[in-house]
DNA sequence: CTGAAAGCGCTAACAA
DNA sequence: TTGTTAGCGCTTTCAG
């Protein structure tokens, strides 16, 4: 058995209450009892139990985070800053992968509800609004990324899809291209809707024209944006740029692309979407939407502390802003050839 | 406040012990007890708080996982893998990750134990023997990685470098190179040696060659690759083919390949070493070691389970098979240009 | 400055 | 079949 407070306050000839003061750093205890009894503590290796002092409080120490697939950089990269962030403030991370199933987002809410965590950040959008009620029920706060809505314990964080890909279609629009595709995200998610709609109006403002075989959907995953490519290119009439949903997306992408006997930038361009440390060791380095995994997990860390404050309070609104990052994967526009 | 077995045993008109039997599926219940019970649990949202069970019982459910380096794809997918395994189990997993640093290492061995976690995976082998005595005198099982000792409670999953590095030899055997280089992992790691000896043994029985510099240290990391490839290229000799630690390596070999202007295969073969699923995204693909994920984090959670039953045993040793897997940055030795 | 005692939410004897 | 009760390890009044 791990050693007690009790065993610990027995050898030392005090109370348990003594033994409490001088782990918690309590002035009221002479310096000569205290050091006898940190020395004890010492030689036992004595530590705590965590569990009991949440007994006490109420509170666990623990976030959570619920991913929807741990296999993508962007969130591993976002996982491992949020993790030292949490460590930071004296507080650990549990993990959480989905899969993209909601069977398995449901069945973690259940497990982070039992677990009494004191906060869930979502890192994906495609949670019913059910779901959440029962963390917020239970007292957990909750933070969702592109969800587009807040409620009390309930904060949102916005990727600023729109500012984004308006600046990938004017870098697009400076290189001379005229003719746009696009390889959004899974089919039915929020989050994909908004990024292929940025990337429309971003395109219509610009004055650059698309057409209905150029934008097709995608997994968020390398296969889908590989699948995507080829669909683009399976008829006669082409764009000289293609954009995508994310960098998996833009990878995929581009090994149809060599796939297809297509050289990239020199017959297409193509641009990527939440840049991860990768994007720089594909070849070649694309040409993507950089958004701070710091700020992001910051932002996350923030709003859970907010509703941690005052769980019945409506959640924040946090807006998560994206720049571009030109590398060489989008380059001059090759003479149309249709 | 979470609702508790004791304001739901009121409102039932129950003790809460009867309350514990029917959450806990008791066949001592009435049907007709147990129905309203569980009716108003379902009003309630009513959800028993883990960690007053734990304070019963002795147990957190909670599996960590020590990880040098999330932001390399291989432990990531370990992880995922390894979580998905747990949550099947019943159990969490809290993740801690050490950057490569030992100070991190010791921080999060603390907090485990503070958390008092049913039992640890070090994904790395680059640690004291004394921190893991800590977590033992706890009672808390670990697992190690290619640490080569076991201690009670402590079991150990070795690698098989030399069976793999014996796989890649044979295979640019084959292919008529005969110079061969390697570019190594972290200087003072257990596991770098092991990697780096496997490695010339395996040369060494098959009747290659290499020379001193063309054996140089990297850092598990890209950039140790890229700067390994440079060196081992600095002089008047080079090998036909590079052998490096890990797939990482071996990505920034391929970069540094390609900005000194060399082909790969064509000059030069790079083969890898912990294949991921990123081996087949980069061009050309990866020939590689491949270690199953899922019979390394099936080993972990065995190992764990083994320290659990009777923490006192000394542990186990468990042997992780490797295999090579060809793909297309390997072909046939050029021309000797010496 | 220190100790006694109550209680956090739950389980598991032991009684009834 | 159900209730009573004694803790699990810790913090925290409230008394000394």
Chains 1, 2 share one sequence.
Not at 160 to 186: N, R, S, Y
Not at 260 to 274: E, F, K, M, N, R
Request: charged letters at 20%; hydrophobic letters at 40%; glycine letters at 8%.
């Amino acid at each position: 058995m791990p050693t007690s407070m009790r065993e610990i306050a027995k050898m030392a000839g005090v109370s348990v209450a003594t033994v409490s003061r001088v782990i918690n750093g309590s002035p009221l205890v002479t310096e000569e009892t205290s050091a006898r009894i940190r020395s004890i503590i010492q030689d036992l290796h004595f530590v705590p139990n965590n569990s009991a002092i949440y007994l006490k409080h109420g509170k666990s120490q623990i976030y959570s985070a619920i991913i929807p697939d741990l296999n993508n950089p962007f969130f591993m990269e976002l996982v491992k800053i949020f993790e030292g962030l949490l460590v930071e403030n004296h507080r650990e991370l549990l993990i959480a992968n989905t899969d993209f199933r909601s069977s398995r987002t449901q069945d973690s809410i259940r497990r982070m509800i039992l677990r009494r965590v004191d906060g869930v950040a979502f890192l994906s959008s495609e949670l019913e609004t059910g779901s959440i009620e029962a963390l917020v029920r239970n007292r957990i706060p909750v933070v969702t990324t592109d969800h587009y809505r807040t409620a009390p314990g309930t904060s949102d964080i916005v990727v600023d899809f729109a500012g984004g890909m308006a600046q990938i279609v004017q870098h697009l629009k400076e290189l001379g291209h005229t003719h746009l595709g696009f390889i959004g995200g899974t089919e039915g998610l929020a989050t994909s809707r908004v990024r292929r709609d940025s990337f429309l109006t971003a395109a219509m403002q610009a004055g650059l024209t698309s057409r209905k075989g150029w934008i097709v959907s995608g997994n968020f995953k390398v296969d889908g944006g590989d699948a995507g490519m080829r669909s683009i290119f399976s008829g006669t009439q082409h764009p000289t740029a293609v954009v995508t949903a994310n960098n998996l997306t833009a990878i995929g992408a581009l090994r149809a692309a060599r796939d297809l006997g297509l050289h990239v930038p020199q017959d297409v361009s193509i641009a990527g979407c939440d840049d991860i440390e990768l994007a720089d060791i594909v070849h070649p380095p694309l040409t993507t939407l950089r958004i701070s995994r710091r700020q992001y997990a910051g932002m996350l860390f923030d709003a859970l502390q907010y509703g941690e404050q005052d769980i019945t309070r409506t959640g924040k609104v946090f807006n998560l802003p994206v720049n571009i990052v030109v590398r060489q994967s989008t380059g001059p526009a090759p003479r149309p050839r249709s």
